[in-house]
């Protein structure tokens, strides 16, 4: 009989948690395990509290598997609200991988996004980050040339989204 998992649970919480500051500890072990430093472009936990900071959860029953953030890029549009984002510090805990933890995230993150009238949402991965380029390919981002600190760097590849 196949175990059953409680569902996920998308949340945005202070990223300033012990069990929190595991899972970002993972993220930057996992990509500094692949990259030279100057490649990684981490947001540390007291950027990820700044105003312009959604930081995501996602918990299996009351415990954090994964996390994520959308940093409002502020004073695009006419009304001085944000049009477009930036997906940041995307990690799901190695053991629930597979699980759907990050595809929930995406679905979350999206949809505050629309309700606060961002237009598009842009990320940048790693070359090396096959599965998360998989994963944001299968959820409709495209693949755009290198943006602000990420151009000129050799492990960078850069997608983006319009959203409805």
């Known amino acids: 009989m196949e175990r059953q998992h409680p569902p996920i649970a998308i949340t945005v919480e202070s990223p300033r948690q012990p069990e929190i500051e595991r899972l970002l500890d993972g993220s930057s072990a996992y990509a500094q395990s ?53 997906l940041k510090r995307m990690f799901v805990d190695p053991d629930v991988r597979g699980r759907g933890v990050a595809a929930a995230l995406l679905a979350r993150i999206e949809a505050d996004a629309v309700a606060r009238g961002i237009r598009e949402v842009v990320l940048e991965t790693g070359d090396l980050h096959h599965a998360a380029q ?6 409709g981002y495209r693949e755009i040339p290198q943006f602000g600190q990420y151009v000129g760097e050799p492990h960078s590849v850069c997608f983006a989204k319009t959203l409805r």
Request: net charge negative; charged share 20%; proline share 8%.
């Open 34 to 86: 692949l990259y030279p430093p100057e490649s990684n472009f981490l947001l540390d936990v007291a950027t990820l509290e700044r105003p312009e900071v959604a930081f995501y959860v996602a918990r299996d029953g009351h415990r954090a598997v994964g996390i994520a953030a959308l940093v409002a890029d502020v004073g695009m549009g006419p009304d001085g609200a944000p049009e477009r984002g930036e």
């Open 134 to 139: 998989a994963l944001y390919t299968s959820h």
